[in-house]
């Protein structure tokens, strides 16, 4: 079984959002990166997947030359090889992102059995960029997914209700949208990192679309205006959080 | 021209907020239901699609739920349009101006949309819902689609959900370990609250995902959020914006999580939590 999964390259995001002078992305000077939180269960759900069932996995990001760095992560933890769709890091608007990565998928000689994406995308929460993919290639798609498995040529995957897991059954090829929780991702090993370096990244560069969905500034939402009250230091606080908590009624 | 809007439970406060965003734009406001036995993604959005092919609509809304996001994401993908998740603020138009939130709601993003009609979800409580009630929501079938619903899994819940409980006491990476969650447990079950994590707890294994407060975990809207060694990265704070007055227990008085805080108490957890579930026994005498 081929799995093809997507992420996308964001900076680590601490405490606090500086944007940069032109408004129109975070200030990364003190930052790391990451991929989105979806998509690292989405990769450990590749691997895994692979490990129960054979074939092989594949990671593909569109992103500036830096998402290497996150290809190797994610190859580091066992996915066997990647595609990079290499950008000049302005941002691509969703129908852009799905078209460059439905072309790239059709140009495989292979094409994947199982197509994983993230919920969506950590930092520009568009949800849509699996789910366009799909329409593109003309497979069926669920998205929201929190469990998830195959067997024979379908795959069962779960989506999270009020009350219960609402069940789905696709058959493959498919395309699935996961959730953070579908799994506990593993850590990369020393061994797995230095494996990481060797394995394959075939890379393109495919032109930018004009933006349809077309950002034209980031902004800070306004502060909460709340002045913290210090009820004391340690545990001599005790009785003045239980005044609060008697305020309220709950004492 | 009218502007559509697919209301997904007429009877959930996301719709009644869909609703009341769409009678702002100032247009001719039509409602729609999808009926159909069981849920399907792309079903649902080939419904709205035969609507919105009646006449032309210069928008096309749902709530921003998880439901609300996929469904309008089909309809986007089957129409060739642009969608914009999560909108805060919208001015029709071609191009239409948005505003929406990004990260979880820790940034904004102002947005230029091109396209014929504009397609979007209203970002949960971007406005309050407003009296008027629902009006009158017409009702179309779903298509038959073989991606849909065929059974439900029900899922036993044990004590307060997350979501719903008026409590969350949370524990961050300054519990130290799965074991140190006693005293966190033990605070909550005395407030008859739900126990909660940041996504640092859930990484390292101490708490199942299912625990986790944050941008890809749980959002929260208690009456009171108590947050022990927790630092607030936007992560963590994406979640728990709603929550109606936060609690901070901290021993660095500089951790971000102050910030966003209603009180706060600079100490070591395993030191002051025990100390207000002593001080919560000793008050109701037991």
């Known amino acids: 079984m081929n799995i093809l999964v997507c992420v996308k390259r964001v900076p680590l995001t601490g405490g606090k959002m500086v944007l940069t002078d032109d408004e129109r992305a975070i200030s990364t000077r003190h930052l790391g990166f990451t991929i989105s939180p979806h998509e690292e269960c989405g990769a450990e759900e590749a691997v895994r997947l692979v490990e129960q069932h054979g074939g092989s996995s594949t990671v593909l990001t569109l992103g500036p030359p830096e998402a290497e760095e996150q290809l190797r992560d994610m190859m580091a933890i066992g996915v066997d090889r990647a595609i990079h769709l290499v950008t000049d890091g302005e941002e691509w608007d969703p129908q852009a992102t799905a078209s460059a990565i439905a072309d790239a998928i059709r140009a495989q000689d292979e094409h994947p059995d199982l197509i994983l994406f993230g919920n969506e995308s950590a930092d520009a929460g568009n949800y849509q960029v699996a789910i366009r993919v799909a329409y593109t290639l003309g497979l069926p798609v669920v998205n929201g997914i929190k469990a998830l498995s195959v067997d024979g040529g379908a795959v069962r995957c779960e989506q999270e209700v009020s009350g219960g897991r609402d069940v789905f059954v696709l058959p493959m090829p498919a395309v699935v949208g996961v959730l953070e929780g579908i799994n506990l991702p593993r850590y990369p090993s020393v061994p797995g990192r230095l494996r990481a370096k060797k394995k394959p990244v075939a890379s393109s560069t495919p032109a930018r679309p004009d933006a349809r969905l077309e950002m034209v500034k980031l902004t800070l939402p306004p502060g909460s205006g709340k002045q913290v009250e210090v009820l004391g230091t340690g545990p001599e606080a005790a009785p003045a959080v239980l005044s609060v908590l008697s305020e309220l009624g709950l004492v | ?286």
């Open chain 2, 1 to 286: 021209m009218a502007v559509l809007v697919y209301v997904e439970h007429p009877e959930d406060e996301l719709s009644q907020q869909a609703l009341t965003f769409a009678r702002a734009l100032g247009e001719e406001v039509r409602a729609i239901g999808v009926e159909g036995a069981a849920y399907a993604p792309a079903g649902f959005a080939a419904a709205i699609e035969s609507v919105v092919a009646q006449q032309p609509y210069s928008a096309v809304l749902a709530p921003g739920t998880d439901h609300g996001n996929e469904v309008l994401a089909h309809l986007a993908a089957r129409l060739d349009l642009p969608l914009a998740a999560n909108c805060v603020s919208v001015t029709l138009g071609d191009p239409a101006s948005v505003t929406r939130v990004r990260w979880g709601g820790s940034l904004l993003e102002e947005a230029r949309v091109h396209g014929a009609a504009l397609l979007f979800t209203v970002a949960p409580h971007a406005v309050a819902a407003d009296a008027a009630g629902v009006g009158f929501i017409e009702t179309v079938r779903a298509d038959d689609d073989p991606v849909k619903v065929l059974e439900r899994v029900s899922t036993a819940t044990a004590g307060v959900s997350l979501a719903d409980a008026d409590v969350v006491v949370s524990g961050g990476r300054g519990v130290g370990s799965s074991e140190g969650f006693a005293v966190i447990e033990e605070l909550a079950a005395l407030l008859g609250g739900a126990v909660g994590c940041s996504r640092a707890v859930t990484s390292a294994g101490w708490r199942p995902h299912s625990d986790q407060v944050g941008q890809t975990g749980t959002k929260i809207s208690p009456e009171i959020y108590i947050a022990c060694g927790i630092s607030g990265a936007t992560q963590h704070m994406a979640g728990c914006k709603g929550a109606k007055k936060l609690l901070a227990i901290n021993p660095d008085g500089e951790a971000s999580i102050f910030a966003s805080a209603d009180y706060g108490v600079i100490g070591d957890l395993h030191e002051v939590v025990p100390a207000i579930s002593a001080e919560i026994r000793k008050a109701r005498g037991a």
